[in-house]
């Protein structure tokens, strides 16, 4: 089949390379490379409904501390401030605090008898004078069975005491009022553990109203 010539128009016969016409080149048109075909591996789609990555949490971690620092802080500031107020009302005109064997407490000091043969304990006693509070303390043991000391000091306080037993022992404790004095008293007794001896704590708070 006889081909026509792209550039005049002239019929060309077969096995022709040229244009017996013009003298065109005749040639087999170029077919375009098809493109190569791609390798690469298929992106996949994104993934919905997964849950997020969880969060670090260092920023938990420090708003902890921070926040236990400041409690540590507020804790010092407080107990400095109470050793500072507690170290003037000791040393304020009037005010005196005896410990030891230099707390000298007697039966009128204490508010009740002393329970007869009783010893002192060395050591134990403690006389506190703040403003118009004056607190009195002493401590005194018996070889006698805590039952005797009980019934003493039960007619000692009287029968408006209240009286109360606990795994500790029995204390007996009583409030009385003297115009704008204010009396407080409590015994307690209790079986010494390491001694065999039956041990008695006499508390006496004296307050006068201001």
Do not use: W
Not at 103 to 130: E, H, N
């Amino acid at each position: 089949m006889a081909m026509v010539c792209t550039k005049c128009g002239a019929d060309i016969p077969p096995a022709t390379t040229h244009c017996p016409s013009c003298g065109a080149h005749v040639g087999t048109p170029e077919v375009p490379p098809h493109p190569a075909s791609s390798t690469a591996a298929p992106v996949p789609p994104p993934a919905y409904g997964q849950p997020a990555p969880p969060k670090s949490s260092g920023g938990v971690l420090k708003v902890v501390l921070i926040v236990v620092a400041a409690v540590v802080v507020l804790g010092v500031l407080g107990v400095g401030a109470a050793v500072y107020m507690g170290y003037r009302a000791l040393h304020a005109p009037g005010n005196s605090v005896s410990v030891g064997p230099s707390a000298q407490v007697s039966d009128t000091d204490l508010g009740v008898s002393i329970y007869p043969g009783a010893m002192a304990k060395q050591g134990m006693g403690a006389r506190l004078k703040f403003g118009n509070n004056v607190m009195v303390s002493a401590t005194y043991t018996t070889s006698d069975p805590v039952s005797s000391v009980e019934n003493f000091y039960r007619n000692q306080v009287g029968g408006q005491a209240i009286e109360s037993k606990t795994v500790r022992g029995t204390s007996f404790e009583s409030v009385t009022t003297n115009g704008a004095q204010k009396n407080s008293l409590v015994v307690t007794i209790s079986p010494s553990s390491t001694s065999g001896l039956t041990q008695i704590v006499i508390l006496h708070t004296k307050s006068v109203a201001p």
